[in-house]
């Protein structure tokens, strides 16, 4: 059973225009959440986390939504760069022992267009 | 300076042989982590390390999977009587410490079982 889904495998957007990427997670034991990037080849690369205590995070360009009752996060980039064309992953983690095991989603492949 | 390397990059072996996948992590961390990511999923966690100890075993999927780190920095995870099932990307990553300090993937070593 998926404890983190991210339910579109798929966007395309307009370079310029805003990209939202949705999650959604089952474990109300997660109180940590990140979104990571992944190009070809490449292993993921960290972008931005936000904790269950807050409901917004910023940096630069991206920011991340987080709906603890609805159990739901989103991933907007605004604007929209061609450099961001890549697979968004969802992660989650309950810290438990020292261990920061994350759970991904399945991930949505963002492409942005000139 | 250098990121978590891993070695080899690509691994194919026959169904029933077994295999040894390095990863370096970056130095002077002292957590590792070593995920799984099957064509089409999101990164799987297998085991997490804190210096020499495995901490956190509770995603190896069975006995023929284990991973060593004896002085606290290089990991092997080693698989025995591979099957064709085990075919998936390998990925390590490592933080400074335990809990929440963001983790470093490598590049991952794909492994292909024929």
């Known amino acids: 059973d998926q404890q983190v889904k991210q339910n579109s495998p798929s966007l395309s957007v307009q370079e310029g225009r805003i990209s939202i990427l949705n999650c959604d997670y089952t474990n109300s034991m997660f109180d940590y959440f990140l979104w990571y990037k992944k190009y070809p080849a490449e292993g993921p690369t960290f972008l931005i986390s936000?904790?269950?205590?807050?409901d917004k995070n910023e940096d630069g360009r991206f920011t991340v939504f987080l709906n603890k009752s609805a159990k739901h996060l989103s991933l907007h980039i605004v604007p929209s760069q061609p450099g961001d064309s890549a697979v968004y992953f969802c992660a989650a983690s309950a810290l438990r022992g020292g261990s920061e095991k994350l759970v991904f989603g399945k991930g949505t492949k963002l492409t942005v267009n000139p | 300076g250098a990121g978590v390397s891993q070695t080899p990059s690509n691994k194919v072996t026959e169904k029933g042989k077994y295999v040894e996948l390095r990863c370096d992590p970056i130095?002077?961390?002292?957590?590792l982590y070593w995920y799984r990511q099957s064509l089409g999923q999101g990164p799987e966690f297998l085991i997490y390390f804190q210096g020499t100890g495995a901490a956190d075993d509770s995603g190896l999927p069975n006995d023929r999977f284990f991973a060593v780190r004896p002085e606290g920095s290089v990991s092997t995870l080693k698989i025995q009587r591979t099957e064709r099932g085990d075919s998936a990307v390998y990925l390590c990553a490592s933080s400074l410490t335990s809990g929440r300090d963001e983790q470093f993937f490598g590049p991952g070593t794909r492994l292909t079982v024929l």
């Open positions: 936000i904790s269950s205590i807050k």
């Open positions: 130095s002077g961390h002292t957590a």
